[in-house]
């Protein structure tokens, strides 16, 4: 394969990956918010653990979308946008640790809040029921 043919291949593998996640994010080909493309999805979830040692996590990448009025909906994933999703992820994944460990905190923080909110609820409750005759 001639260097002409590797670069018009990386063109067209670019391009393809740009419409996909610009259509899942709903944007149009400039990059700007498209308001009739409503059903722009671009997700990750947790489909279970893996049966091995580790204890792997599965996840799904997920990019989709759809238009207004319409009830279709149209898939944006393929081989090379999760490839390169999953580079982007790798990349970043520092980052992604830092932010679920902080919203792991805020999550323990309004438990904490709701616990001491309960406390100070019963607590009232019961001085209120002691101080009657």
């Known amino acids: 394969m001639s260097k002409i043919d590797e670069f018009n291949?990386?063109?067209d593998i670019y391009n393809r990956v740009k419409h996909n996640l610009y259509?899942?994010?709903s944007r149009n080909e400039d990059g700007?918010?498209?308001p009739i493309n409503d059903k722009g999805c671009l997700?990750?979830?947790y489909s279970g653990q893996h049966t091995s040692d580790w204890h792997d996590a599965i996840l799904t990448l997920h990019a989709s979308h759809g238009y207004y009025g319409s009830s279709s909906c149209y898939s944006n994933m393929d081989e090379q946008t999760a490839k390169y999703m999953i580079k982007a992820?790798?990349?970043?994944?520092?980052?992604?640790?830092?932010?679920?460990?902080?919203?792991a905190r805020k999550d323990m923080e309004a438990a904490r809040k709701a616990a001491k909110d309960e406390a100070e609820l019963v607590l009232r409750e019961t001085d209120a029921q002691e101080s009657k005759p």
């Open 32 to 34: 700007q918010n498209d």
């Open 43 to 45: 997700t990750i979830r």
């Open 9 to 11: 291949r990386a063109k």
């Open 89 to 103: 992820l790798n990349n970043n994944l520092r980052r992604i640790a830092d932010e679920a460990i902080e919203l």
């Open 23 to 25: 259509k899942a994010t």
